[in-house]
């Protein structure tokens, strides 16, 4: 009995033996599956880099508040020492958010050096871009009510002007 065998082919034999040129690659319909799956993770990341974004302006207008409340509250502080200027009419808050930049004289010292109580004024990040960083705030002077915020002749708290809610769902205004 005769066996008869067939020589053993390379791939790339075999594939040119059957027809096929022996390039290999992707179809049509692979490339449109690919293109669709990274189109699907593209837009399932856009949320996720939208709320990230929320994320961090949040994180900056809690800074920013603290920084300002703190700067507030030892200008305050400062005035109770006596080493800012007293009067009568005067509640001991500062009449402004520039004054906290600008400095004070102390009073307490011969030589009158100012005091200063911040570096340079923080914007309220969910505020307009073009307004200067003392106009992004809302104003709260100690004659007004909580409920209520109004200026006034002082400035006894801060506030962002932002409509909305944060992610934990309470108001930038309450915060």
Known sequence: MAHHSEPI?????????????????FTLIEMVV???????LASAA????????????????????RTLRTAIDDYKAAWDAGR???RADETGYPPNLLVLVQGVPDVSQAAKPRIYFLRR???????????????TWGLRAYASPPDSPAAGADVFDVYSRASGTGLDGTPYRSW
């Open 46 to 65: 856009m949320p996720l880099a939208t709320l990230q974004q929320r994320r961090a302006q949040e994180a900056e207008l809690r800074q920013a508040l």
């Open 9 to 25: 082919l390379t791939p790339r034999a075999h594939a040119r033996s059957r027809g096929y040129s022996g390039f290999s690659g």
């Open 34 to 40: 690919v293109v669709m799956l990274v189109a699907i």
């Open 121 to 135: 004024l923080p914007r309220d990040p969910l505020a307009d871009r073009q307004l200067p960083p003392e106009q």
């Open 84 to 86: 800012i200027e007293k």
